[in-house]
């Protein structure tokens, strides 16, 4: 299994401000990803983050808005820029441990945009 | 979009058997049908997979038909921590991405 630590676990943020999210896995891993769960909803996918290469983003989700950094095989950070308070939701990473085995998820960051 | 489709929601008693149905009527022959839970506030949970054959853990039992085109989970015990929403995904061995579907949302009761 594998120990997926984020932070912040909550915040709650001012409109037109950035607010970043990290990502700490207890082991080493070629992919990460990052999802987000609307309130009531269910989870979609933001992006992949590849170790040593861009992140490939998914339909409706832009680099601009979202960028990522994946500096090692253990981390990556997740940001959410220019925020509104259509941007409150949960934000969840998560690691597949060996290709097409079972994802793990983080506990996931709370994010209230006022 | 999810290849998926699970009731709304469900509810059980407590220390009897829950049994979650899913159709996955397109699957293709390399994809695998995976089940997480999502319990309040939490990150999903992994709970089983399987691709033809049934399979149980610890946790739970898969039982897909032999077309392939539904499948369901086994809790076959339920007590009130089960109490959470049940997501089936499939997914083809060695891609990473899940797709989520809106999920099936199981209330035990007391």
């Known amino acids: 299994s594998a120990v997926i630590s984020q932070k912040p676990s909550r915040d709650i943020c001012q409109r037109g401000t950035s607010l970043t999210i990290q990502c700490q896995v207890d082991s080493q891993v070629t992919m990460m990803f990052w999802y987000r769960q609307q309130p009531g909803q269910s989870l979609t996918l933001i992006a992949t983050?590849?170790?040593?290469?861009?992140?490939?983003?998914e339909s409706g989700f832009v680099i601009d808005k979202f960028p990522i950094s994946r500096p090692n095989l253990t981390f990556s950070t997740l940001t959410v820029s220019n925020m509104s308070p259509e941007d409150s939701s949960i934000y969840l990473c998560?690691?597949?441990?060996?290709?097409?085995?079972?994802?793990?998820f983080g506990q996931g960051t709370r994010l209230t945009v006022v | 979009d999810a290849k998926t489709t699970q009731p709304p929601s469900m509810d059980c008693a407590e220390g009897r058997a829950a049994n979650l149905p899913c159709n996955h009527s397109?699957?293709?022959?390399?994809?695998?049908v995976y089940w997480y839970r999502q319990i309040h506030s939490q990150g999903p949970q992994y709970i089983i997979h399987g691709l033809k054959n049934n399979e149980t853990n610890e946790m739970a039992s898969l039982i897909i038909t032999e077309d392939r085109k539904s499948s369901t989970l086994i809790l076959p015990h339920a007590t009130l921590r089960d109490t959470a929403v049940y997501y089936c995904i499939v997914r083809i061995q060695g891609a990473q991405k899940l797709v989520f579907g809106q999920g099936t949302r199981l209330t035990i009761n007391p």
């Open positions: 998560s690691v597949d441990l060996r290709q097409g085995s079972e994802a793990f």
């Open positions: 397109t699957i293709s022959g390399n994809e695998y």
């Open positions: 983050a590849n170790q040593g290469s861009e992140a490939t983003y």
